[in-house]
């Protein structure tokens, strides 16, 4: 069976390392790794190959950075090359990002079947790009691995039923896999001079808030104000916003560089409360049992708000910030959401069972 996975975005390769090592290891399947080169910035691509031991893309399209159209159709013109050289019997997408929806749609159109990594999932804010995403790869997919049961059920109230498989998030097996590895490696909490349990963790990289100015100033002046520092890795996005404008005191912020998985897995677990518009990351924070507060009005992983670990805070409204972080518990009670941590084994048994001849 041959298999072209696309990736592109950072979530992706954590989220394929687990899946791909499984493939590449079954000799009677071929995968063909393809990055789009959605994110390119060595920090944000190479580090994860690395780290994760994912195997070097057989193709980089180079897409780059661009208007939605521009970078989604860069990536289309070249995935529909590869594709047609390639003959795969399955494309295999992760996520939600231009590169999920590039490599469906290119996929789609030849005719070749689309299995989808994180199916289901649904903010129903159709102003978010990863909203538009998801919905039509999952519309395009004839297999559809789903993380949990609202992603299943979000399914089926689409009329999508056929070839959906509940398998648990595949972000659970990465966690589980690098989480002692990541205390062992990581020198982290040297290099910032910090103590667990006493900073909190933010990232924010959604347009919505990073675009606005008046919304990213509000959340900085938010960070300003809270009683421990704010850590806060900025993705190149975020950077490049504030470098614009970025008014007032920000003492209390501790601006780096975007972290490789392993620290950000150190200070995601030891983070006294993680503030994020990432939807990865609060997952993660939820696996590792971190408080975590998102910067949205909504969420696609809306199990983790009614555990009660997750608090959706609007950033528009800063004043009530300090008031709403003090006032958050650490639950006391713990449900497992995510599967038993071998989502990628399900998975690849799922593939490897289907009815395709080897190529
Ligand atoms: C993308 C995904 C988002 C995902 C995120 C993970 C879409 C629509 N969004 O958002 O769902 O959560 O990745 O990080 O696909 N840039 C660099 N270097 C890089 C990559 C990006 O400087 O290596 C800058 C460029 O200025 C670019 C901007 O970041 O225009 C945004 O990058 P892009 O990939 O378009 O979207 P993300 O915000 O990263």
């Known amino acids: ?42 920090n944000m691509s190479d580090v994860f190959f690395t780290q994760l031991q994912l195997p070097a893309p057989d193709y980089n399209l180079g897409a780059g950075s661009g ?54 999932l649904r903010s129903f804010n159709k102003r978010m790009p990863e909203e538009i ?11 559809l691995f789903a993380p949990s049961q609202a992603a299943v059920d979000h399914l089926a109230r689409e009329g999508i039923r056929d070839g959906v498989y509940q398998t648990g998030d595949i972000m659970y097996d990465a966690v589980l896999h690098y989480k002692e590895k ?18 909190y ?14 919304r990213l100033q509000n959340i900085l002046k938010a960070f300003q104000h809270l009683d421990k520092k704010v850590v806060f890795p900025l993705h190149p996005r975020t950077k490049r916003a504030l470098e614009k404008g970025n008014e007032g005191t920000h ?11 392993l620290d950000m897995l150190v200070m995601e677990s030891q983070a006294k409360m993680i503030l994020t518009d990432s939807g990865g990351i609060q997952k993660e924070a939820y696996m590792l049992r971190t408080p975590c507060i998102t910067l949205r009005k909504e969420t696609e992983w809306e199990e983790t708000v009614r555990e009660k670990w997750n608090t959706l805070l609007d950033p528009a409204d800063p004043a009530e910030w300090s008031k709403a972080v003090a006032n958050i518990k650490v639950p ?24 395709f001849t080897t190529s």
């Open 1 to 42: 069976m041959k298999i072209v996975t696309v990736l592109g975005a950072r979530p992706q390769f954590i989220k394929a390392c687990m899946l791909s090592r499984l493939l590449q290891d079954d000799d009677t399947i071929n995968e063909i790794i393809v990055h789009t080169g959605q994110h390119y910035d060595k």
């Open 67 to 120: 208007s939605h159209g521009k970078q989604t159709a860069a990536m289309m013109i070249h995935l529909e090359e590869v594709i047609n050289t390639e003959k795969p019997d399955i494309v295999l997408v992760y996520g939600d990002t231009n590169s999920t929806l590039a490599g469906s749609l290119a996929a789609a159109k030849l005719h070749v079947p689309v299995a989808h990594v994180e199916a289901g």
């Open 133 to 143: 995403n998801r919905v039509v790869t999952d519309h395009l997919s004839s297999i």
């Open 182 to 199: 990541a205390f062992h490696q990581s020198d982290i909490f040297e290099r910032l001079q910090i103590e667990a349990k006493d900073y």
């Open 201 to 214: 963790l933010a990232t924010v990289h959604r347009a919505e808030n990073t675009d606005e100015p008046n």
């Open 251 to 261: 003492s209390n912020i501790l601006f780096i560089e975007p972290l490789n998985y």
């Open 332 to 355: 006391s009670s713990y449900t497992p959401l995510f599967g038993d941590g071998n989502t990628a084994g399900q998975i690849y048994r799922i593939v490897n069972n289907l009815p």
